[in-house]
């Protein structure tokens, strides 16, 4: 077997909240984590592109993950963290309720999510002291697409 066909046996993931549960990412997609109103914003905001940010001289789109799950987003506290992600195609900011800390998981605090087989993007759900999080392939998250109507989706 190739080194690119082995699964880590263990990895790193940022862990944050949204619409009162826990999710954690690939922390290596992590570029950095800001306090909302610390970006200098520019551009009109949408339904759930919230508008162009510039991190860093990085300009980026920044998708406010709280309408994504609740439909609206909440009045953004003061401290709401937006987590800056480097994705194999660009680099794009996502604000969430907040960023809980990082963890490390192995292979056997991973299990599958019962009846999520079909969604492309959950990885599984990782156990760790006494926390879950429901892990997300980001890359594969931030590549789904409205088509059409309300709610329909496909993968970019």
């Known amino acids: 077997m190739s080194k690119s066909n082995v699964a880590p046996s263990r990895m790193q993931y940022l862990s944050f909240q949204l619409g009162g549960l826990e999710y954690g990412l690939d922390f290596s997609k992590v570029k950095e ?26 300009i980026m789109p920044i998708v406010d993950m709280r309408v994504a799950v609740a439909g609206s987003a909440p009045v953004a506290p003061p401290l709401t963290d937006v987590i800056i992600l480097q994705l194999s195609n660009c680099v794009m900011g996502m604000v969430v309720d907040g960023v809980t800390d990082v963890v490390w998981l192995d292979a056997t605090q991973i299990q599958a999510i019962p009846g999520a087989g079909a969604v492309e993007y959950l990885l599984g759900l990782g156990e760790c002291d006494g926390r879950r999080l429901i892990l997300v392939d980001i890359d594969r998250l931030m590549s789904i697409r409205r088509v059409g109507g309300k709610g329909a989706v496909q993968a970019a």
């Open 33 to 58: 984590c800001r306090v909302l109103k610390s970006l200098e914003r520019f551009a009109s905001e949408g339904e759930i592109i919230s508008g162009v940010a510039v991190s860093r001289g990085v």
